[in-house]
C-alpha cells in the first residue's frame, strides 16, 4: 500500500509507474484537460479542450474513462458512452459555472420565450443538457449557434461567451444566462493592460469566457486548444495567455523556441487543481468515484450533445495537442 501522503519526486515517479500498470491492467485510458497539474498532463493518453475531450470519449476502445477534469466533463463522457465505466478521481472536482444554472430556472425561461431554441454550453449539468436543443464549447460554439433556424437562442449558462458569440452572430437574437466563470472573472482589465505594458512584444490570446472588457484587448480570443494551434502557428515569439494557467505547462513544452506569459498570477481554477496523481492511482485501483447520469435525462441530453457533435465532427487525433 503507497503512502499517498507524500509528494516528493521519487513519489510521483512510482506513482506515475502503478499508473502506467493499472490502466494496462483495467483497460483503461486516462483523458486530461489542458488545465490539470503539469504531472496530470504527463500521464495523459488524450488531452485537450472540452470538445477534443468529448471526441476522445466517443472514440475510445478502451473500457474504463479515467477523466481528469471536472464533473461536467466526466459526465457528459459517461453520456456519450453509456456501456462504459467513467471515473472521476476527486467526486468534489465540480464547475461553479454549470451550478450557476438550474433546470427550473431554465424551464423558467424557456417559458418566457418559447419560440426561442436552447444552446447550452458543455459548463452545464445533465439535466440541463437535457432541457436544452443543442451543445457547444468555447471551440465550436460560434457555428453552433449559427447552425441553428431559430432567431431568438437562449445560451446558458456563461453571459461572457455568449455576449462573443452575439458579436460574430449579429443575425440572431441570443438571450444571455447569468452566469460566469470566476476563475476567468478574476482576469481584469487592468490586469490586461499591465501584461500588454510589460511585454511589448507579445500577442495576447484569451478564452472568451473573459470579460468583454478583457477580450477586447485580445489579438486572437479562442478555446483552450485554439491557443495551442495558434502559438504553433504564429510567426510571433511571445504570448500572453488569458485564460487558467494550468495550459502553460504544455504550451512551454510543446513551443520550445517561443514565451508564454500569464496576465496575473490569480488564474488558477481549485476545482481543476484537485486531481493528483494520488488520486488518479487510488481510482484506477478501486474504480472511484464512478459517475453516473439519472435514467430520466440520459438520453435526452445524449442528443443534446450528439447533435453538437454531428455538426462539428467526432473524430479526433491521437493527441489532439
Ligand atoms: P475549453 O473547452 O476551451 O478547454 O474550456 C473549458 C473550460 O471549462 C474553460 O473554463
Known sequence: MMDYSRDDKLYKED??????????????????HNYQRDEIQEIADYSGDSLGLARAAVNTKAE????????????????????K?????????????????TVAKLRAKKEEFPEAAVVCYVNSSAGVKAESDIACTS?????????????????VPDKNLGRYVQSHVPEKEIILWEGYCPTHLRLTEEDAVKARRNFPGAEFIAHPECRPEVLKLADHICST???????????????????ESGILYNLRKKNPGKKFHTPTTHLLCANMKLTTLGWVAYSL????????????????????????????????TKHPL
Open 15 to 32: 506513482l506515475k509507474k502503478k499508473i502506467i500498470r493499472l490502466k494496462a491492467k483495467r483497460n483503461a485510458v486516462i483523458i486530461v
Open 64 to 83: 474504463i474513462i479515467v477523466f481528469c477534469g471536472v464533473h461536467f466533463m466526466a459526465e457528459s463522457a459517461s453520456i456519450l458512452n453509456p456501456e
Open 85 to 101: 465505466i467513467v471515473l472521476l478521481p476527486v467526486k468534489e472536482a465540480g464547475c461553479p459555472l454549470a451550478d450557476m444554472i
Open 139 to 155: 471551440s465550436n460554439a460560434i457555428e453552433v449557434v449559427r447552425s441553428i433556424k431559430e432567431k431568438r437562442i437562449i445560451f
Open 225 to 243: 486548444k485554439g491557443m495551442f494551434d495558434y502559438a504553433k502557428a504564429a510567426d510571433t515569439k511571445e504570448f500572453i495567455i488569458g485564460t
Open 285 to 316: 485501483e478501486n474504480l472511484v468515484h464512478k459517475v453516473k447520469v439519472a435514467d430520466c435525462v440520459k438520453e435526452k441530453a445524449r442528443s443534446t450533445l450528439e447533435r453538437m457533435l454531428d455538426i462539428t465532427g467526432k473524430t479526433t
